[in-house]
Structure formats: structure tokens, C-alpha cells
């Protein structure tokens, strides 16, 4: 099993900053790339940020320039720092990490989720 223990999230104006963090804990041997997602009402869930172990992050094109993610392997834990926040990145971000399954396959678990709302 593997459990997830997200934070960060809540309401912030638009121009603002939150900052996410998401701890892996459990059955997570051989954990590889974390990240987040967002889905908004509506939407479909999309890429937020993800990053390797090695410290190679990739960004959804929605947040480029805006969001950094960064990752603390020794602690499990990936954080989001979001600045110049806009009502569009209103949503449920999700913690995500991909995991080994069997010899040569990868699987993604995901976290319950943490609300931000940005007001305008």
C-alpha cells in the first residue's frame, strides 16, 4: 500500500502563491518520478509538473514560467510552488508517483487530493 499525505492547498488570490507539498510513505521501493495533476469541475485531469529522480522536471504548458516542482528525495516528498496564481488554476491537485510494477513496468499511484481555489 501506498499512502500519501498532501498539503498546501487552499484559496489564494489571483497573483498570489501556494505552495504544495506531497509525502510518499508505505510500500514505495524503487519509487521514480512524483508530480501533481490538477482536474478541475468539468475537465479532464491534466499535468501539472513532474519530476525524475534525477531532478528532471517537465510542466504542463498551462503553468510554465509560473510553477516550480521540485523534490526532496530522502524525505519522499515533491513540492509545487505556484506563483502569479489565476482563477483557471482553480482545481483538485493530485499527487502522483509512478511505482515498479513487476520486473519492468512502472504504475502510477495516486493521492486523495488537495482543493485550491483562486479568486479573482
Known amino acids: 500500500q501506498v499512502q500519501f499525505m498532501e498539503s498546501g492547498g487552499g484559496l489564494a488570490q489571483a497573483g498570489g502563491s501556494l505552495n504544495l507539498s506531497c509525502t510518499a510513505s508505505?510500500?514505495?521501493?524503487?519509487?521514480?518520478?512524483m508530480g501533481w495533476h490538477r482536474q478541475a469541475p468539468g475537465k479532464e485531469r491534466e499535468l501539472v509538473a513532474s519530476?525524475?529522480?534525477?531532478?528532471?522536471?517537465v510542466y504542463g504548458d498551462a503553468v510554465k514560467g509560473r510553477f516550480t516542482i521540485s523534490r526532496d528525495n530522502a524525505k519522499n516528498t515533491v513540492y509545487l510552488q505556484m506563483n502569479s496564481l489565476r482563477p483557471e488554476d482553480t482545481a483538485v491537485y493530485i499527487c502522483?508517483?509512478?511505482?515498479?510494477?513487476?520486473?519492468?513496468?512502472?504504475?502510477?499511484?495516486w493521492g486523495q487530493g488537495t482543493q485550491v481555489t483562486v479568486s479573482s
Open positions: 508505505g510500500s514505495i521501493a524503487g519509487i521514480n518520478a
Open positions: 502522483a508517483a509512478d511505482l515498479p510494477y513487476g520486473l519492468y513496468q512502472m504504475k502510477a499511484h
Open positions: 519530476i525524475s529522480k534525477a531532478g528532471r522536471a
